[in-house]
Each structure stands twice: as structure tokens, then as C-alpha cells.
């Protein structure tokens, strides 16, 4: 699939590392190539679906803990 691929230096927790050897026969370097590859592609959705925005990131803030609070007091968290 790949023809070259530049090598990514990842710093993980020894109690990490030890719970991954218990499980060798998972290929790890694809779990993590897989995990950024949905990240990035959640990114560039995101991008997309607001590249019109007129928001600002002090609007969205906003808004986030607002939606936030309500799912606390749903959640009878707070009151």
C-alpha cells in the first residue's frame, strides 16, 4: 500500500509498554498508524464543516461549555 514511510519516534509509559508485550501478536505500529489516520481525517471533516463559519474560537468556547453544563445537570451532576 505504502511504498515509503517516514519513521515516528512514540514515547510511551514502561507500565504501557509492558501491558503491550502481553500482546505481541498485535501489530502496535498499525494500531497507531490506523488511530492518527481517523484522527486526521476527523480533522479535515471538521475543517471542512466549518471553513464557513462566522464563529470565533471564543464563540465555540462558549458554546462547548454550555452544552457542557447542560449535560452535567442532565446527568444530576450539578444542579
Do not use: C, F
Not at 47 to 55: A, E, I
Amino acid at each position: 500500500m505504502y511504498t515509503h514511510m517516514p519513521n515516528l519516534t512514540l514515547a510511551i509509559p514502561e507500565e504501557l509498554q509492558e501491558k503491550m508485550k502481553k500482546h505481541s501478536e498485535i501489530r502496535w505500529s498499525e494500531v497507531v498508524r490506523k488511530t492518527i489516520q481517523d484522527r486526521i481525517h476527523d480533522l479535515e471533516l471538521m475543517d471542512k464543516l466549518t471553513s464557513n463559519s462566522k464563529l470565533t474560537e471564543k464563540d465555540a468556547l462558549e458554546i462547548g461549555k454550555k452544552i457542557n453544563l447542560g449535560v452535567a445537570r442532565k446527568l444530576g451532576l450539578i444542579k
